[in-house]
C-alpha cells in the first residue's frame, strides 16, 4: 500500500481515515478538497488537475476522495489501493449534518479561507444535499470503477461500517 485513494460520499470519513493511513504507513497526505478549493467565494484551482497530476506521479500517497471528473481516470490508474467507505445513508446524513451545523456555528475556517454559511445550506452543492442527492449515483460508480478491468489489479477494500473500519485500520496499523 503505497499508493491509496480512500473514497466515499461527503461525510463518510475519508479524510479521518486518511489522515490516519497517511500517518501510520508515513505516507504523504493530501486532502483533495484543499486541492480543489484555493480562494473565497469557494474559488475552484487553476491548476487542481495539474497538481493532483503531480502527486498521483509520485511513488507514495494518500488521497481523501476522487475529485472532479477530469482526474479520476488517472487517480484510479495511478493507485494501488482504494479505500472505500460504504458506510449506510443514514449514518452518513448524521455525520454530514452534525459536521456542517458545527462548521457553520463555530464560522471555522475550510480550505481558502471560506466558511460555511448558512445560505449555502440552500444550495444543491451543499454537503448535506450533495451527500443527499449522490448517494447512490457515488456508490454505483465507485462499484462500477472498481470491477473495471482497466484498473485491475488494484486492492479494493470496501469498508461497511465504523466497526469494520477500525478493525481493518487496527489490523494495517500491525502490518504495516
Known amino acids: ?5 480512500v473514497l466515499g460520499i461527503s461525510g463518510a470519513g475519508k479524510s479521518t481515515l486518511a489522515r490516519a493511513l497517511g500517518r501510520d504507513l508515513g505516507l504523504p497526505y493530501h486532502e483533495v478538497d484543499a486541492l480543489h478549493f484555493c480562494g473565497p467565494q469557494w474559488q475552484v484551482s487553476s ?21 472532479p471528473a477530469a482526474v479520476r481516470d488517472l487517480m484510479w490508474e495511478r493507485a494501488d489501493t482504494v479505500v472505500w467507505l460504504d458506510l449506510p445513508r443514514r449514518l452518513v446524513m448524521r455525520r454530514v449534518l ?3 451545523l458545527g462548521q457553520s456555528l463555530r464560522r471555522e475556517q475550510l480550505f ?8 449555502e445550506w440552500l444550495r444543491a452543492d451543499h ?7 449522490r448517494f447512490a449515483e457515488r456508490r454505483a460508480e465507485i462499484e462500477r470503477r472498481a470491477a473495471d478491468p482497466r484498473f485491475a489489479p488494484l486492492c479494493v477494500v470496501r469498508l461497511r461500517s465504523p466497526h469494520e473500519t477500525a478493525l481493518w485500520l487496527g489490523g494495517r496499523t500491525r502490518t504495516a
Open 1 to 5: 500500500m503505497e499508493r491509496v485513494l
Open 127 to 133: 454537503p448535506v444535499w450533495w451527500a443527499w442527492s
Open 112 to 119: 481558502g479561507g471560506n466558511r460555511e454559511a448558512w445560505r
Open 98 to 100: 452534525r459536521r456542517s
Open 47 to 67: 491548476t487542481f488537475a495539474e497538481d493532483t497530476a503531480r502527486i498521483v506521479a509520485g511513488d507514495r500517497w494518500v488521497l481523501d476522495g476522487q475529485g
